[in-house]
């Protein structure tokens, strides 16, 4: 079975703090991406990867980096956290190119800045 | 936004009880998807619809997808609380590849 794992599932940090969320699939899937999911708007894509060494940007990156060190992992980096970000984030990997393309989640990190 | 605002629901219904929920979206796609996200997890897959198949059933899921009218709906037929959660329509928009738009979600409750 697909399998996407996000660590921590919690974390609090200070405004102005660096923050590292990190994601590993085991489903050896080329798409990888990163979402938030906040009361009144869904899930809203952060970053996405088509493989190692890519990195792409979504819908709402400003205030965020990603990182594609490998096939496996793909890590959401929020250099000067704002309390802004706080929220529960996603990271799922992806089976196929293109509009078909079925996403399998992790269980997702709750992240509060304070 | 790729999305109308009816795609922002609550909805409460009684065991038994049939249950329809529905998302329109602003730019062509041939291929709706459907995801159930419950209390704590993340999203999951479970209905993919084609625009060529117009209806797709899954158990006592029913997914339909109008091209014409940009909109898709979710039945349950005689819904059980474990039906209860969030459930999310999603497109990837036309030459956007494997990136994967969703909706607001519709949070049903499903009561003994």
């Known amino acids: 079975e697909a399998a996407v794992t996000q660590s921590p599932r919690n974390k609090v940090a200070v405004t102005g703090g660096k923050v590292t969320l990190s994601c590993n699939q085991t489903n050896n899937h080329n798409n990888m991406y990163w979402y938030r999911q906040d009361t009144g708007h869904g899930l809203r894509l952060i970053h996405y990867?088509?493989?190692?060494?890519?990195?792409e940007k979504g819908d709402i990156p400003d205030g965020y980096k990603a990182s594609r060190p490998s096939q496996e992992n793909f890590s959401l980096i929020l250099e000067l956290a704002t309390p802004s970000q706080t929220s529960v984030y996603f990271c799922a990997s992806g089976d196929r190119w293109g509009s078909q393309n079925t996403l399998y989640f992790g269980a997702g990190t709750r992240l509060s800045v304070l | 936004s790729q999305w109308g605002e009816e795609n922002l629901q609550a909805l409460s219904i009684q065991e038994g009880e049939d249950v329809t929920m529905n998302c329109s979206y602003k730019t062509y796609t041939t291929v709706v998807h459907w995801y159930r996200q419950d209390s704590g997890r993340g999203p999951a897959l479970i209905i993919l619809?084609?625009?060529?198949?117009r209806e797709k059933r899954s158990g006592r899921l029913r997914a339909t997808l109008d091209t014409s009218s940009q909109s898709s709906s979710l039945s349950i037929t005689a819904a059980q609380c474990e039906d209860t959660a969030v459930y999310f329509c999603?497109?990837?928009?036309?030459?956007?590849?494997?990136?994967?738009?969703f909706g607001k979600g519709a949070k049903l409750t499903v009561s003994p």
């Open positions: 619809i084609r625009s060529n198949e």
């Open positions: 999603a497109t990837a928009q036309q030459g956007t590849g494997s990136k994967l738009s």
């Open positions: 990867s088509y493989g190692a060494g890519s990195t």
